[in-house]
Antibody
Framework: EVRLLESGGGLVQPGGSLRLSCAAS????????MHWVRQVPGKGLAWVSR????????LYAGSGQGRFIISRDNAKNMLYLQINSLSVEDTAVYYC?????????????WGQGTLVTVSS | DIVLTQSPGTLSLSPGERATLSCRAN???????LAWYQQRPGQAPRLLIY???SRATGIPDRFSGSGSGTDFTLTISRLEPEDFAVYYC???????????FGQGTKLEI
């Protein structure tokens, strides 16, 4: 079964750090661009970051520049998102997403999401 | 920055009716980089349309996308009960590169 499964969310104090993980299965993980997208509960979707299939290039939304670090381990079929200096505004469900086709926007496979709550 | 504005914010219709959702960009965008997603309550988003008008795998043909330039439309020809959800458009581009989403249209009964 083709699947993405996130983990690592939870309750964190402001100023803290967290690493989210995403386990991919059922497809050749190393062939695809991967992204993180987040959603504040009850609000819309916001793109967070992208990583090249071989991990060589990364891209971040302006709001995450310098605080978010996306990475991947193709040998383990894992995607990661390190979030530093967390603030209450980072409270959201974080989705791991596959980008099906390079050069086209088609986020075709989404995980179920992991909730990050930033609160004191 | 590319900004996508969706309208209406909420659309109230009945099963069997036709739904027309709009997505407008603040500047001309490449149609290859325009996608639509559906999100049902408690679920992750699902890709419906890519490249403005191509249906994703497994998407019923009652869903169609159109448009170019700055104006794009998602049409659902005959609403089924499971179509009542939130719909988002998304684009790619800008400087710096970004993948912005519109704010969403809630389709309700």
């Amino acid at each position: 079964e083709v699947r993405l499964l996130e983990s690592g969310g939870g309750l964190v104090q402001p100023g803290g750090s967290l690493r989210l993980s995403c386990a991919a299965s059922g497809f050749t993980f190393s062939d695809y661009f991967m992204h993180w997208v987040r959603q504040v509960p009850g609000k819309g979707l916001a793109w967070v970051s992208r990583i090249h299939p071989d991990g060589s290039h990364t891209l971040y939304a302006g709001s995450g520049q310098g605080r978010f670090i996306i990475s991947r381990d193709n040998a383990k079929n894992m995607l990661y998102l390190q979030i530093n200096s967390l603030s209450v505004e980072d409270t959201a469900v974080y989705y791991c997403v596959r980008d099906l086709t390079d050069g086209i926007v088609d986020f075709d496979l989404w995980g179920q999401g992991t909730l990050v709550t930033v609160s004191s | 920055d590319i900004v996508l504005t969706q309208s209406p914010g909420t659309l109230s219709l009945s099963p069997g009716e036709r739904a027309t959702l709009s997505c407008r960009a603040n500047r001309v965008v490449n149609s290859r980089w325009l996608a639509w997603y559906q999100q049902r309550p408690g679920q992750a988003p699902r890709l419906l349309i890519y490249s403005a008008s191509s249906r994703a795998t497994g998407i019923p043909d009652r869903f169609s996308g159109s448009g170019s330039g700055t104006d794009f439309t998602l049409t659902i020809s005959r609403l089924e009960p499971e179509d009542f959800a939130v719909y988002y458009c998304q684009q790619h581009g800008g400087s710096p590169l970004d993948y912005p989403f519109g704010q969403g249209t809630k389709l309700e009964i």
